[in-house]
């Protein structure tokens, strides 16, 4: 039997982290399987026990460090289209530590993109 996922299930896998896009179960002999669409493009197909649930913004449940891009408004320039760790979330500000910069940054949630 297959299931196709409709809502966006974030997954960590050991080759890291993506998108589950559906479920194969075999039976109740063999473990079922997940297609997984990695964050690097790659499409593969796991075991459920080599995956685990990675990422539910609804329900704050996060397996990692949250990744941002800084968006085109950003109000510091330099910082526009940089990659970044989230470090701390406050109301509507976000502490930032952005690639190949030595301070984190305090950005207004709106002005950056979550992935």
Same mark, same amino acid.
């Given at each position: *039997?297959?299931?196709?996922?409709?809502? /966006?299930?974030? /997954?960590?896998?050991?080759? =890291?982290?993506?998108?589950?896009?559906?479920?194969? !179960?075999?039976?109740?002999?063999?473990?079922?399987?997940?297609?997984?669409?990695?964050?690097?493009?790659?499409?593969?197909?796991?075991?459920?026990?080599? %995956?685990? *649930? &990675?990422?539910? !913004?609804?329900? =704050?449940?996060? &397996? +990692?460090?949250?990744? #941002? #891009?800084? *968006?085109?408004?950003?109000? %510091?320039?330099?910082? *526009?289209?940089?990659? +970044?760790?989230? #470090?701390?979330?406050? =109301?509507?500000?976000?502490? #930032?530590?952005?690639? !190949?910069?030595?301070?984190?940054? /305090?950005?207004?949630?709106?002005?950056?993109?979550?992935?």
């Amino acid at each position: *039997m297959t299931h196709e996922f409709k809502q /966006v299930l974030w /997954v960590s896998t050991p080759l =890291g982290d993506g998108i589950a896009i559906l479920h194969i !179960d075999y039976g109740p002999q063999h473990n079922g399987t997940l297609m997984v669409a990695l964050e690097s493009g790659e499409i593969k197909y796991m075991e459920t026990n080599q %995956v685990r *649930m &990675c990422r539910n !913004d609804t329900a =704050g449940i996060s &397996c +990692g460090p949250k990744r #941002v #891009v800084a *968006m085109r408004n950003v109000n %510091v320039p330099r910082l *526009m289209g940089k990659m +970044g760790t989230v #470090v701390s979330e406050k =109301g509507s500000s976000v502490t #930032v530590q952005f690639e !190949d910069e030595t301070q984190t940054d /305090v950005v207004e949630r709106t002005q950056l993109l979550f992935l």
